[in-house]
């Protein structure tokens, strides 16, 4: 079990790209409707995982995560996503000693 402690910044500028170290492409859905716990499917890359989240209880929450294969992941995105599928790409960046992961 791990605790997530999520921050969200609005980028305003594309400088950042200078900095750019990786990019992957992800695929994610949410499988179950707006409750406080939260179940998502995600292909990231060439992997998949099976993500239990927790409600937020101030800056963290509970989160859970299991890789499961790719083929899987396509099938549940496919028939048992309740929202539109996200299609994002994460950038690590680096800023001096930090590495960022940035969502686009």
């Known amino acids: 079990m791990a605790v997530e402690i999520e921050r969200k910044f609005l980028v305003c500028k594309d ?3 200078a900095d750019v170290e990786t990019e992957t ?16 499917v995600r292909i990231s890359g060439e992997r998949a995982y099976l993500t239990l989240k927790g409600a937020t209880r101030g800056v963290s929450r509970l989160e859970f995560e299991y890789p499961i294969p790719v083929a899987d992941a396509e099938s549940m995105l496919r028939e048992l996503a309740v929202s539109p599928v996200v299609e994002k790409t994460r950038y690590r960046v680096r800023c001096g000693s ?7």
């Open 15 to 17: 400088t950042w790209r």
């Open 25 to 40: 492409r992800i695929l994610q859905g949410y499988l179950t409707p707006g409750s406080g716990t939260t179940l998502r």
């Open 98 to 104: 930090h590495v960022w992961d940035l969502d686009v």
